[in-house]
């Protein structure tokens, strides 16, 4: 007797589970292609169709856009929803582009939605962190040549900004890196930021789709370096999206 009702339980909290999942996604689906549709109009410089799926501050900003001449295109819009309450969302997007001068660059956006009586619109939307939290216990394993291909990128970022290369070295960055990298160049000018670097060694750490992070160590006027670099996979290879010094 006891044993059919543990099956009973078990069975009842298996289908529960499931009716979670099932309603969660059907629920998700609105407001992440709302999400979506205004992120990849937003990148496009298409403000008419941004403005269909936003409203407030989102709007406003998509309002913006209107007479600029926007030259970057779009490659990949991915969006996820990270939280989930009645009539709003938390959506997170990454958005990858080929700018005009060729290059690749990725964006990381946290979107608010809401749901109005014209249906979802973001009302919300600003630049966001990569996430580099990884996940327990899976992708521990790095493919060789994907290890290598992160190392050159990395070397080739680290001898551009020895040779004072601004511009060149932001082309090895992707998201808040880049635009960090520009806005530096901006401010410091020409210029070398680091001498010659020497004995470069790569460890990867962990790899989840298109991310991955790295571990490098190296010496700089005979003083020891060690950095995590985290790295996103773009139609161009690998792209470092983050530096922390260890």
Same mark, same amino acid.
């Given at each position: 007797m006891?044993?059919?009702v543990?099956?009973?339980?078990?069975?009842?909290?298996?289908?529960?589970?499931?009716?979670?999942?099932?309603?969660?996604?059907?629920?998700?689906?609105?407001?992440? /292609?709302a999400?979506?549709?205004?992120?990849?109009?937003?990148?496009a410089?298409?403000?008419?169709?941004?403005?269909?799926?936003?409203?407030?501050?989102?709007?406003?900003?998509?309002?913006?856009?209107?007479?600029?001449?926007v030259?970057? /295109?779009?490659? *990949?819009?991915?969006c996820?929803v990270?939280a989930?309450g009645?009539?709003?969302?938390?959506?997170?997007?990454?958005?990858?582009?080929?700018?005009?001068?060729?290059?690749?660059?990725?964006?990381?956006?946290s979107?608010?939605?809401?749901?109005?009586?014209? @249906?979802?619109?973001?009302?919300?939307?600003?630049?966001?962190?990569? *996430?580099?939290?990884?996940?327990?216990?899976?992708?521990?394993?790095?493919?060789?040549?994907?290890?290598?291909?992160?190392?050159?990128?990395?070397?080739?970022?680290?001898?551009?900004?020895?040779? @004072?290369?601004?511009?060149?070295?932001?082309?090895?960055?992707?998201?808040?890196?880049?635009?960090?990298?520009?806005? @530096?160049?901006?401010?410091?000018?020409?210029?070398?930021?680091?001498g010659?670097?020497?004995?470069l060694?790569?460890?990867?750490?962990?790899?989840?789709?298109?991310?991955?992070?790295?571990?490098?160590?190296?010496?700089?006027?005979?003083?020891?370096?060690?950095?995590?670099?985290?790295?996103?996979?773009? /139609?161009?290879?690998?792209?470092i999206?983050k530096?922390?010094q260890?």
């Amino acid at each position: 007797m006891v044993r059919k009702v543990l099956l009973a339980l078990t069975a009842a909290l298996i289908l529960a589970v499931l009716g979670f999942g099932a309603w969660r996604f059907s629920a998700s689906a609105p407001p992440r /292609k709302a999400a979506e549709n205004y992120v990849r109009a937003l990148a496009a410089g298409d403000a008419e169709a941004a403005l269909q799926y936003s409203s407030g501050s989102a709007a406003f900003a998509a309002s913006r856009l209107k007479g600029s001449k926007v030259t970057a /295109k779009v490659e *990949d819009v991915s969006c996820s929803v990270a939280a989930l309450g009645r009539g709003w969302a938390k959506v997170l997007a990454t958005v990858e582009l080929t700018l005009q001068d060729g290059s690749a660059d990725v964006g990381w956006y946290s979107v608010d939605a809401v749901k109005t009586s014209q @249906g979802w619109k973001v009302v919300s939307f600003r630049e966001a962190e990569p *996430d580099m939290s990884g996940v327990s216990g899976v992708g521990l394993f790095v493919n060789r040549a994907e290890a290598d291909a992160a190392n050159r990128v990395f070397q080739g970022y680290l001898d551009a900004l020895a040779a @004072g290369d601004w511009q060149g070295a932001a082309k090895y960055l992707a998201g808040p890196a880049r635009r960090s990298q520009e806005m @530096g160049g901006a401010v410091l000018g020409k210029g070398a930021v680091i001498g010659k670097v020497e004995k470069l060694k790569a460890k990867p750490v962990w790899k989840r789709g298109k991310s991955m992070l790295m571990r490098f160590g190296y010496q700089v006027e005979s003083r020891d370096v060690s950095v995590l670099a985290g790295f996103f996979r773009t /139609k161009q290879g690998w792209r470092i999206m983050k530096i922390n010094q260890i």
